[in-house]
């Protein structure tokens, strides 16, 4: 059961490792993000902080604090302007174009960035903290273009509209409305930060923007994996297909994990299927027959995807970093998205081939030469009054152009590395170009398996009327039901835009449960 965020425990920063359903539900507002009251975690935050103010007082040279950024690293700032610095580093920054990120995805970036600066490293103090936690506590919510960032040195763009709205600078989303981020700020109480020395490098040094969108990304291509199988069973019942190709034996000849867990839960949903029954059609065609062979790649590629994408996520991963046992200042590249940019590059290719197998099997079903008996383009219309009618004929026309769309988006971001900002930054991961097309890829697949879903009622519908016995288990059936209460059989055209819009919000809110495991 998902409970508010007042009714939920809090999450305590520096006490967990984040899970990718932590920041989901912190998307959500299903759970609060705060930071742990134990003096340790709060020490070791300081510490950091301290060992900066001392090697300013005793002159040391340390990146993007006492230095220009990026090629300008040998410019150094003359003290009485050291203040200044982290507040052109945002000013500066502020070029994002695009769609800015909704509010569930913004959310998610505050969580990222606090799951990294919390470790102690970045040098930061415990204000700066507070001040990403009351944030999120108020739901003021940084405008944050989606578009301006190359994954390295990490998320700089977009991130540089989190530190201004620390200080009061820029718009923000708050209570359902943009206005500038002083008017929200001084509403809920709060003063704007002034950024300490190294503070504007943590906030924006990072790869926040990209792993929070990983982690939402993981999320819902997850359940695209169940929904795909789930729909999967129902093609076969509408197209009355061959159970038996799920067969445990015959996947335990070819024993991915994954793979043999989308076959087990074709076989739960289609009751252990018919065996014997179908020796007219010994094979179906690949996408009801391989369909575990493709869902399964998902499948069996999500847990080591997770493992990149939380890694990440619990990670120190802006530069330089300060050893907050004995102050060292370790200059690295740890802002560099390379992991989750092959994450999502990988991700976004698995869900785009779940786009293409559900668009096959609905051709399947609209064909009348291969759908076994289904009226052609699934129309429910009899009589004179099927000559005008055309069933779901436009609703696969936009599967197929939402497939071949997602199946476009494929190409790798990670591979179009450029040489940026004096070729200083002359390797780059492109890792939130590559959560960006995962997200989109994402959202066409969606719409695929919403269309899918109209489908499936209609055809199992359909089959019924030809005196066909339902062979769905019943959690699948009433999964079924659900739609046929919702969904009207098509027998006279409609548009169906309004049902798809639902059905697309219905997938984003995982309305039906999908397997147990």
């Known amino acids: 059961m998902n409970l508010p965020e007042s009714e939920s425990p809090p999450l305590l920063l520096g006490e967990l490792h984040l899970r990718i359903e932590d920041v989901v539900a912190v998307a959500q507002r299903r759970r609060a993000l705060v930071l742990s009251p134990r003096d340790e975690v709060r020490a070791r935050i300081a510490l950091g902080a301290e060992h900066l103010e001392r090697l300013l007082r005793e002159d040391g040279v340390i990146y993007g604090v006492t230095t220009g950024y990026g090629d300008s ?39 990222a960035r606090l799951a990294s600066l919390v470790h102690g490293y970045s040098g930061v103090s415990l204000a700066l903290l507070e001040g990403l936690v009351a944030l999120l506590r108020h739901d003021i919510l940084p405008r944050i273009p989606a578009e301006g960032s190359v994954g390295a040195s990490g998320d700089l763009t977009p991130l540089s509209y989190v530190a201004a709205a620390l200080c009061g ?29 190294k503070e504007g490098l943590a ?75 179908h020796q007219s059609r010994l094979q179906d065609r690949y996408s009801l027959r391989c369909a575990p062979h493709v869902i399964g790649v998902l499948e069996d590629a999500l847990p080591f995807l997770r493992q990149l994408i939380e890694t990440e996520l619990n990670s120190a991963n802006d530069n330089p970093l300060v050893d907050p046992t004995d102050g060292r200042i370790l200059h690295g590249g740890h802002f560099y998205g390379g992991h989750i940019a092959f994450a999502m590059d990988a991700m976004k290719t698995a869900v785009a081939n779940l786009a293409d197998l559900m668009d096959r099997q609905l051709a399947l079903l609209v064909d009348a030469r291969y759908s076994h ?9 009899v009589g004179p009054r099927a000559a005008i009618n055309h069933g779901l004929k436009a609703l696969q026309i936009s599967v197929s152009a939402w ?10 971001a990670s591979v179009f590395s450029r040489s940026t900002e004096c070729h200083n930054q002359d390797k780059v991961s492109m890792g939130t170009i590559a959560a960006r097309d995962c997200l989109r890829v994402i959202e066409l697949t969606e719409q695929v398996a919403a269309a899918m879903l109209i489908a499936a009622r209609q055809g199992i519908a359909l089959r019924q009327r030809l005196g066909a016995s339902s ?34 919000d219905d997938i984003r809110s995982a309305r039906w449960g999908l397997y147990e495991h």
């Open 203 to 277: 906030i924006m040094n990072g790869t926040a923007v990209m792993t929070a969108l990983a982690c939402l990304a993981w999320a819902r291509a997850d359940y695209l994996c169940r929904l795909t199988t789930r729909l999967t069973a129902c093609a076969v019942v509408a197209s009355a297909g061959n159970a038996c190709h799920f067969d445990q034996t015959l996947f335990d000849a070819k024993p991915h994990p994954g793979q043999a867990r989308i076959a087990a839960r074709l076989r739960q949903d289609l009751g252990g299927g018919a065996q014997g029954r």
């Open 471 to 504: 062979r769905l288990a019943p959690a699948a059936e009433a999964m079924l039901s659900d739609l046929s209460e919702r969904i009207r059989l098509v027998e006279e055209d409609r548009a169906l835009d309004a049902e798809l819009h639902q059905l697309v």
């Open 373 to 381: 008996g289904l009226p052609a383009n699934l129309s429910g219309a």
């Open 73 to 111: 690293c040998t410019v150094e700032i003359p003290p009485d302007l050291l203040a200044e610095l982290p507040h052109h580093l945002y000013a500066y920054h502020g070029c994002g174009l695009g769609r800015f990120l909704d509010a569930g995805e913004t959310r998610a970036v505050l969580a």
């Open 169 to 197: 600078e820029r718009e923000v989303l708050h209570r359902g409305r943009v206005r500038p981020a002083a008017d929200a700020l001084a509403e809920c109480g709060l003063m704007p930060l002034r950024l300490r020395p």
């Open 403 to 412: 497939t071949a769309e997602a199946l476009k988006q494929t190409m790798p």
